[in-house]
């Protein structure tokens, strides 16, 4: 491995994180007869498309190609580099690390590259500098008094990390010069704003998790009349506010069980709706609900539940939320507490019962969309409001239609019961609607696509690419075989570079006195496109059986291929590749998923 760090402690991190409960911090995932299977989160999967293998522990995608091990996994969902994996899964089987060669400080500090490890383990820093300012007699008054008059217990206020930012400018930066934490991490983590300039003062902050736990922002609610009620970290390469949800990494499990996630608007809310026993509810973070968010959930939950103010602010909030959900083939409803109460002041006067009955009796997207045009067109609303109410609505109905979220017969009789409202015929309507669903495909074929928009792999054509190729899914399911042609095959008989990048780490592999296994192979490479090669050929090698007769007539093909060779006075031993090689060595360092940090 062209890494920092020696095979053997790769390994030992690789064999210390089971890839399904890795996976599994990340997707919904079910058990199929041996294996898992979930969707992918690499692609926009509307069916469940990627097998987990708990006794290979790789992963592959049959429809985008994704797979690997458990650190290729890590370096994809993560954004991270291959060294970044490993100090990542090793952090989370609590191994320590040292590497053989150390990284240069003066990179990490320039600010022209961000390590996301680097920024987890400040985030951590700064929960507990705000955890303790929370406890300080002096410094956590303000903010333990506003704690108790929400009525948030201790016990919440311990599970959810809760802290203070003190009254201070530079409170945090003077604890952090203390720890020789440089001034320039601090302001890529968005903990200052310049040298000695706090971004949080004077603010209650709540810890924002990923799914797995991880600290990867804050926000922070003012405790005085200066500055915005709420503000939040702003984007790092671990924090993105549009594809994060308060809560997920306490909710994800409970959601699984329920199958029902129900999302709200505040910190708060998600805290008493937890300290209350309803373990489902996440939140946004001060912004509208995203396509991100949905794509977050339909992970998890197979139904979504938004609960708003039903003030006019919830009501819009809703309906640009209803829209969002359907283009993400989410089962989705709506559910209002009563106005002028927010769901932890309605949870305080009401109770479990209350909140579950808002949740149960929820109400169905389309209905809520058709109880507002049905209002506008009933009622004394100007000619700007009832068109600007349709637009809304047919937009819902091309939505779900283009999603497959809305049966084709709905559709027939909301078009009958539309053209009866607004006074247009079924066939006026049903055109408009076309229109819209074909603008909505477009949109999704141009923000779908496969990740990255990667070239399928060119495995190379005719008969002598055919048996390369036949050698490797063969060796690479059955190691033992290769002792019957270990003298029959070099590296340079591989003239297929995908193919030749694959047999260099495989002899190489089995050439050693190591024990062979294929999630131990993954781990000698650092490249995701070479691990994906790996496992597509594996996974096909599996599917196609019959080894030992495979291998035969492959060597012979590839044996008839050096005899030619020879004949024509070419030695195959030194006809080198070196210049594909260099290609295939600058192709292994690159991670399209990485940041480009090493």
Known sequence: MAGIFDHAVVSRVQQANDIVDVVAEHVNLKRKGREMVGLCPFHEDHRPSMSVSPSKQIFKCFAC????????FVQMRENLSFP???????????????????AAPSRRDSGSDIDPNMLARLNAWAMKFFKQSLDDPERGQVARDYLASRRISPESIDQWNLGAAPNG??????????????????????LTTGTGQDKFVHRLMFPIMDATGRCIGFGGRTLGDVGAKYINSPATPLFDKSNTLYGLDRARHRIVETGTAVVVEGYTDVIMAHQFGCANVVATLGTSFTTGHGRILRRYAKRVVLVYDSDVAGMEAA????????????????????????????????????????VEGATDVLQFKWDRLQRAFEGDDSLANRRTVLNEFLQAVATGLAANNIPVLDSGLIVNKLSKIIGLTPREINADLSRRMGR???????????????????????????????????????????????????ESLFSVPALQQVAVVLLDALRSDSDFG???????????????????????GEQKGNYVARLADAVNVL????????????????????????????????????LGIS
């Open 319 to 358: 309906n640009r939320a209803l829209e969002v959900c359907l283009s993400q083939r989410l089962d989705i409803k709506l559910g209002f507490v009563p106005e002028g109460k927010d769901p932890c002041d309605f949870l305080l006067v009401a109770g479990k019962e209350a909140f579950d009955r808002i």
């Open 559 to 594: 044996r008839r291929q050096r005899k030619g060779f020879q004949t024509i006075g070419i030695d195959p031993e030194k006809k080198r590749v070196g210049a594909v090689m260099d290609a295939a060595e600058a192709r292994s360092q690159e991670n399209r998923h990485s």
């Open 518 to 540: 294929f999630s131990s192979l993954l781990a000698r490479i650092e490249s995701v496109s070479l691990a994906e090669r790996m496992v597509a050929l594996q996974t096909a």
């Open 440 to 490: 909505v495909a477009r949109t999704t074929q141009s923000d779908e696509g496969r990740r990255g928009g990667d070239e399928p792999t060119d495995w190379g054509e005719g008969v002598h690419a055919a048996a390369q190729r036949e050698v490797l899914e063969v060796l690479l399911n059955e190691p033992g075989l290769f002792r019957r042609c270990r003298n029959e095959l070099s």
């Open 84 to 102: 970044q994996a490993v100090e990542r899964l090793a952090e989370r089987a609590g191994i320590a690390l040292e590497s053989r060669r150390s």
């Open 169 to 190: 400018a530079d409170a945090l930066s003077k604890a952090a010069a203390g720890q020789k934490i440089p001034t320039a991490l601090l302001q890529q983590g968005g």
């Open 65 to 72: 190609g994704a797979g690997g091990d458990v650190l290729k």
